[in-house]
Nanobody
């Protein structure tokens, strides 16, 4: 069973930095897209950043220039470096991974979420 383990959330002052990590464990064929999503007040999860297996990245307009997503394909881990944090970045951040299982079927999995709180 493929699982995600997230870490790195916490409390930081505005202007500070945090780095989130998302480690993938379990048997699979290939990790495709890895991404981070932030849960809003209506419980919807909005895309923050994604990275493809080839390294192509996509960011929400609100975080461009401040956040950087990266991945280590040896460690099966994605990272989200968050700089110049603002109070509006506060929320629960969820890692999402799209992967191919051993039968080459497309699957997806969510992490348990990690809380980021930015104080003003």
């Amino acid at each position: 069973q493929v699982q995600l383990v997230e870490s790195g959330g916490g409390l930081v002052q505005a202007g500070g930095s945090l780095r989130l990590s998302c480690a993938v464990s379990g048997m699979l064929f290939r990790i495709n897209v890895m991404g981070w999503y932030r849960q809003g007040p209506g419980n919807q999860r909005d895309m923050v950043a994604t990275i493809s297996s080839a390294g192509s990245t996509n960011y929400a307009d609100s975080v461009k220039g401040r956040f950087t997503i990266s991945r280590d394909n040896v460690k099966n881990t994605a990272y989200l470096q968050m700089n110049s944090l603002k109070p509006e970045d506060t929320g629960a951040y969820y890692c999402h991974v799209a992967y191919s299982d051993l039968a080459i079927r497309n699957r997806e999995v969510w992490g348990q979420g990690t809380l980021v709180t930015v104080s003003s």
